[in-house]
């Protein structure tokens, strides 16, 4: 299969690879401070913006925590101090239910590459609705047109399944890698999240934590799970090489930017040691690309590394923002396991779903890659990450702030609280700690949204191709106002 190795200037949106061992050094110092949040007399000047101006999303929070549990459906939608509804979304912009416009650095949790309600990409959806709807349950067209794409785009994809999301595709492709080698144990990154499926809610979020975030699974799911924190090869070594005693490694699941889109970030060889490492003990590269898929750039992460993943998983990225986004795409000699049909008499890792490949996504995805390639969306998009980056880095430098802002082009990563750094590497530190580091994430999170800026959870930012200089340069100017509070 082609390899595609990475050259400036022909489609990634990284310009440089953040220095790991600098942002390591400054996140630990982070780390070791005391949290340094909104001031106590500037906190109740951020409440009373949601008071005073999201009356509607209050009462409609209120109204949806007695018959949703929890009152959000999925954890993007959660805001301190509740969450707003939106209403209306436009390019770099999304509106809440009280007329409430803010700069859109959430964009879906990444997929909106093109900006929000990309007006090219809608208009082709409206017109497939009006021939057909959204599901006919059978073959359309659209779903070869759309493999193909990807195919030409991702350098090691010579075919492809599509899914529903990307949790159905990570735990379709653990299933593909088991029934491919004939082994069991597959091998994650603590702190990377894969989706919720039984097997893969291990390690998630906080490495060395093991089971813990979830019950209800039973123990039998993680029997054959295990995780590494993350640059530990000499660790990976030795858990491969323990594991070729018991039956062999079936697959390393990896982010490729390292845990939670960089949050945790690996360093810049580190995908090229997993597949040397992988090629040593005949297992598996499984590349999680639901968010880096298109966005580091049409080939993916893998373009960008130069590192062929066995096999890599899709997710929200593959549709623009469009739902039912999900799939695997490998080799030939790995993805005919997953031939479809009923009643084949061949040997396959079965998976299914009526609504998968529905036409409405199938053609979604296929206008949206067809106009990120057009458009160099994942390039524009990256530019933007890197003029936020360098402006809030100047603004925190300007304030003599302990924060840590870093970017993998369009990927933003600005840590206040170092929360998200904790792990059970010293669990006294993260029991007595890891609450109110959380809450002041949150509060800054809430500062941001009454500043007009939507984020997630109030340390990652998306930018897009629709931000340009003048909504980042805007954008800097309330990241100031909000710093000043601290």
Not at 87 to 107: H, K, M, S, V
Not at 311 to 336: H, N
Request: aromatic fraction near 8%; proline fraction near 5%.
């Amino acid at each position: 299969m082609n390899m595609q190795s990475p050259v400036p200037g022909t489609g990634y949106a990284i310009s440089e690879w953040p220095d790991n061992a600098a942002v390591m050094d400054r996140l630990n110092a982070l780390l070791k401070q005391p949290v340094r949040g909104i001031r106590k007399d500037a906190l109740p000047g951020v409440l009373d913006h949601f008071e005073q101006k999201c009356r509607t999303s209050k009462a409609l929070a209120q109204r949806t925590a007695e018959v949703i549990p929890g009152g959000v459906q999925h954890n993007l939608a959660f805001n301190y101090p509740f969450p707003l509804a939106a209403t209306r979304c436009e390019g770099p912009y999304i509106w809440d239910a009280d007329g409430n416009r803010y700069i859109d650095f959430l964009q879906a949790g990444g997929p909106t590459l093109l900006g929000s309600n990309y007006q090219p990409v809608r208009e082709k959806v409206h017109a497939l609705l009006d021939a057909c709807g959204p599901v006919t349950g059978l073959f359309h067209e659209y779903e070869m047109k759309l493999a193909e794409l990807i195919r030409q785009h991702m350098p090691n994809i010579e075919m492809f399944r599509m899914l529903g999301s990307g949790t159905e595709a990570v735990m379709g492709a653990i299933r593909l890698a088991r029934a491919y080698t004939g082994r069991k144990w597959v091998i994650k990154v603590g702190g990377a999240y894969h989706g919720w499926s039984d097997q893969v809610v291990y390690g998630m979020r906080v490495p060395g934590t093991g089971r813990r975030e979830a019950i209800g699974i039973p123990r039998g799911s993680t029997a054959y799970t295990q995780e590494v924190f993350p640059n530990d090869i000499g660790a990976l070594r030795r858990k491969l090489w323990l594991n070729r005693a018991r039956g062999g490694t079936a697959a390393i699941i990896v982010e490729p930017l390292g845990p939670e889109s960089g949050t945790r970030p690996v360093l810049r060889d580190y995908n090229a040691q997993l597949r040397t490492l992988c090629d040593e003990f005949g297992a598996l590269l499984i590349f999680d690309e639901v968010v880096t898929g298109f966005r580091v750039g049409m080939g993916g992460a893998q373009g960008y590394f130069g590192v062929r993943p066995d096999l890599t998983v899709f997710g929200k990225c593959l549709t623009g923002g469009y739902l039912m986004a999900g799939g695997i795409g490998g080799g030939r000699d790995v993805m005919m396991l997953l031939a479809g049909g009923i009643g084949t008499g061949s040997r396959r890792a079965f998976v299914g779903g009526t609504l998968s490949a529905n036409p409405l996504s199938c053609v979604a995805g296929y206008h949206a890659i067809g106009e990120m390639a057009r458009t160099g969306a994942a390039v524009a998009a990256g530019r933007a990450g890197d003029r936020l980056c360098r402006g809030l880095n100047g603004i925190i430098d300007r304030l003599g702030l302990p924060y840590v802002a870093y970017n993998f082009g369009s990927i933003v990563h600005l840590q206040t609280s170092a929360v998200l750094l904790m792990s059970m590497r010293n669990p006294i530190k993260l029991m007595r700690e890891h609450a109110a580091r959380k809450h002041a994430m949150e509060e800054m999170g809430a500062a941001y949204l009454a500043h007009g800026i939507l984020t997630l959870a109030g340390s990652r930012i998306y930018t897009s191709m629709a931000d340009t200089d003048a909504v980042i340069d805007d954008a800097l100017s309330r990241f100031e106002d909000v710093f000043r509070l601290v």
